[in-house]
């Protein structure tokens, strides 16, 4: 499995080239691993390595593109200072993408900025909702239609820390293994989900069939132990990129990390074909869009 993983070596957010080699292992769904690309945190903003800063009330820290910031503390200090720490992390991880991916850069549609205090093993959640099992995104109530969910990660913990993760098979692997266990699609419920705000959108049936590999990956406990898979730790002062729709990635430990969430137009990728929406649409001989 170490080849689901590509380190390189690079301690400066500007890349001074790109190769295609990289560009072809992401759109493949491995992960981008660079040991030595570090956040570096200004000495003030160190006050904010502590999960108190985060509202009881939220899982992580977010900053849109407004700078709106949700999930804090209700300090006005500690907002401010968050915000200009997460805008400034926005600001590397969008000269990362490109530099590593220039094509991309006129197609994508940056989400929120994420901060991320707690300690990762010790949060209680449903089995659909934990991270620490292996799966690949896909979000029930939020349609993508094939979109792509591009991710940079960062750990930040001052205590050396690692962030580890499970990575596991590749994403056509995936699909041919739990696709046939799938429920069919059904147009009407997929309706009746958007006329009662329980989706944003309605849900097509890639996003139909996305949320059924989730599921399916996520309640397989033997799949769980047994698939083929690779423990990462993921070093403090480390950075690592990845599709989180296509790689399968569970979150085992770790605590204080930075994440930058983008979307991309399937049609924006170098090679489309490798897209999880391609893979989908192949295997079951069908457009799902």
Sequence with gaps: MEQSLIEIDSSTWQLPATKQEWIDALEEGKVLHFPNLAFALQEQERQFLRPEVLNPKSRNISLDAQGRLKGALDDGATQAGLTAMMGRFRADAEALIGSLLPQYMPSIRWAPTSYRPTVVETRTQSWRADDKRLHVDAFPSRPNYGERILRVFTNINPDGVPRVWRVGEPFPVVAERFLPRAKPYVAWQAKALAALHITKSLR??????????????????????????????????????????????????????????????????????????????????????
Excluded at 222 to 237: H, N, W
Excluded at 265 to 282: I, M, N, W
């Design 204 to 289: 097509s049936e890639y996003d139909h069939l996305m949320l059924q590999l989730h599921d399916g990956m996520k309640g397989d406990l033997e799949y769980q132990k047994s698939s083929d898979q690779l423990t990462v730790p993921f070093a403090s002062g480390s950075t690592w990129v990845c599709f989180s729709d296509q790689t399968s990635h569970a979150a085992m430990s770790g605590q204080f990390m930075l994440e930058q969430t983008m979307h991309l137009p399937v049609a924006a990728q170098y090679r489309p074909e490798r897209s999880p929406l391609a893979v989908l649409s192949k295997l079951t001989g069908r457009q799902l869009i």
